[in-house]
């Protein structure tokens, strides 16, 4: 993880200086992510590795290839909106959980109701609301 992070500055650091760009660059955090808690612990050190440098390929043969961006430009702009949308929603209701701005229902208490989408209320503060089904 030190690593990713450190790379992910050093190569932000570059982009801004030599590059003349303000962005910041944090290639494969994703990857690290879903390696460590998904993959590594039904794998081997070597093979989890070996995964890795397998992705960094096929990552480069699509932009090689021009595929990535053929990808790209076939997705239409109002879906490529409506995704950003639909990401930025469930970061911000991670948030208001975590923070307890939001709350589940009292229906949501019970083992059986923990994956219920219908056991949310919404607002703590904004009326008492009942679970809706």
Not at 32 to 53: E, I, K, N, Y
Not at 58 to 77: D, F, K, Q, S, Y
Not at 78 to 98: E, N, Q, R
């Amino acid at each position: 993880m030190t690593a990713t992070a450190l790379g992910a500055a050093v190569c932000t650091l570059l982009m801004g200086f030599v590059g003349k760009v303000p962005l910041a660059l944090a290639a494969g955090l994703n990857v690290s992510a879903a390696l460590t808690t998904q993959v590594v612990p039904h794998m081997t050190w070597p093979q989890a590795m070996g995964m890795c440098v397998m992705y960094g390929v096929v990552i480069c043969l699509l932009v090689v290839t021009g595929l990535r961006e053929m990808v790209r430009n076939a997705i239409p702009l109002a879906l490529k909106h409506a995704i950003t949308m639909g990401i930025g929603m469930f970061v911000a209701l991670l948030g208001l959980v975590k923070a307890g701005s939001w709350a589940r229902g009292p229906a949501a208490r019970s083992p059986s109701a923990a994956t219920s989408r219908a056991t949310w209320v919404g607002c703590r503060s904004c009326s008492s609301a009942s679970p809706s089904s």
